[in-house]
Every structure is written in structure tokens, then in C-alpha cells.
């Protein structure tokens, strides 16, 4: 019963900023792998950062704008996202790798939440 949900979606303008949220809730014994994803109109999902044990990865395009983080007291990962393009807009989900209190390792997506840049 392990469930991911993502919030802090919404409008600005170009240049702008917004701090996303993935809360996981339910029987968990550990999380793992965290990320964010996006899916753009029109275009397949893409990867935008990852949050390992020691370490972050990003997408090209939001390096030095984005920065993933998490909390683990909190089972929250964050995205800051700063000086914003509209080439950001998309639906962001968060996915992460949970182990249950039945040690049981799997993979979670959030419903998402969409991330709209325009002026």
C-alpha cells in the first residue's frame, strides 16, 4: 500500500521558479533511487534529474537551473526549479524505488503534476 504523489505544479512566466514535491506514504521499510521525469506534449517521457545514495544526475537542458533533493526523514524528494523556459512545460512524475516492510523492492510513479512556463 505504498503509494508516490507529486504537488507544487503550476503557471509562470519565463525566468521563473517552482519547487516541486514527491511524498511517498504507506508501509515502507526503505527508499532507494529517486527522479523526476517529464512528458512534454507530443513527446516520450524523459528523465530530468535522479537522486542516488551520493550522488545526482541531470538532463542536459536543466543543468545549472534544476536541483533535485530529497528528505529522508520526510520520504520527500523536491525539484527546485529555477530560471524556467517554456520548453519546461510538461507533466513531471516522480518515480522511486521502495522497499515495503515486507522487504519487497519495487518501482513507484506518481500521478504527476503539470508544470506550465508561458508569457
Known amino acids: 500500500q505504498v503509494q508516490v504523489v507529486e504537488s507544487g505544479g503550476g503557471s509562470v512566466q519565463p525566468g521563473g521558479a517552482l519547487r516541486l514535491s514527491c511524498v511517498a506514504s504507506g508501509s515502507i521499510f526503505n527508499i532507494y533511487n529517486m527522479a523526476w521525469y517529464r512528458r512534454a506534449p507530443g513527446k516520450q517521457r524523459e528523465l530530468v534529474a535522479i537522486?542516488?545514495?551520493?550522488?545526482?544526475n541531470y538532463a542536459e537542458s536543466v543543468k545549472g537551473r534544476f536541483s533535485i533533493s530529497r528528505d529522508t526523514d520526510k520520504n520527500t524528494l523536491y525539484l527546485q526549479m529555477r530560471s524556467l523556459k517554456p520548453e519546461d512545460t510538461a507533466v513531471y512524475y516522480c518515480n522511486a524505488a521502495i522497499e515495503n516492510s515486507r522487504r519487497r523492492l519495487s518501482d513507484y510513479w506518481g500521478q504527476g503534476t503539470q508544470v506550465t512556463v508561458s508569457s
Open positions: 537522486s542516488k545514495v551520493d550522488s545526482t
